[in-house]
């Protein structure tokens, strides 16, 4: 398993940031690895709604389809699966002067053969999380307000 974490303060009230990435076809705007994001099923953004996630890692696309596992008024958990992989963001949230501190943590556990590569792709994985410290915080602030 490989786990990444990172803390950012976001110029978002807590409410307005949550309301942003619960709706995960916002990855386009913040995740450098997203190609494409694509909700999968109709209506508002709640537990249980489904989006089909495309990316590309170590130069192959890759598509994984995520559900909204949980949803609270603190706390986002994505959970994406493909046949090789099951990755999961948890996102925390607290306010923090005039903005929102958000604990962004991802999770990936590889499957079958897959697992062998694990030690090889942790430094991958840490790039792309200091992408999306990088890139999260002004996304949000330009697609939030």
């Not at 995740?31 to 489904?50: E, F, H, I, K, N």
């Not at 609270?72 to 990755?87: D, M, P, Q, W, Y």
């Not at 602030?141 to 307000?145: F, L, N, Q, S, W």
């Given at each position: 398993m490989i786990n990444v974490e990172r803390i950012l303060v976001v110029g978002l009230s807590l409410p307005e940031l949550v309301t942003y990435l619960e709706d995960f076809a916002h990855t386009e705007d913040w995740?450098?690895?997203?190609?494409?994001?694509?909700?999968?099923?109709?209506?508002?953004?709640?537990?249980?709604?489904?989006w089909r996630n495309t990316s590309v890692f170590r130069g192959r696309r890759t598509d994984l389809e995520y559900r909204l596992d949980v949803r609270?008024?603190?706390?986002?958990?994505?959970?994406?699966?493909?046949?090789?992989?099951?990755?999961v963001d948890d996102l925390r949230f607290s306010v923090d002067g005039n903005g929102t501190r958000l604990t962004y943590r991802a999770s990936l556990t590889f499957k079958g053969l897959a697992k062998l590569a694990t030690p090889f792709l942790r430094s991958d994985f840490e790039r792309l999380a200091d992408g999306v410290s990088t890139r999260l915080p002004a996304a949000a602030?330009?697609?939030?307000?």
């Open positions: 995740d450098p690895g997203t190609m494409s994001c694509v909700r999968l099923d109709d209506g508002p953004v709640r537990t249980g709604a489904r609270e008024s603190a706390r986002l958990r994505f959970v994406g699966e493909n046949k090789t992989v099951t990755a602030v330009a697609k939030g307000t």
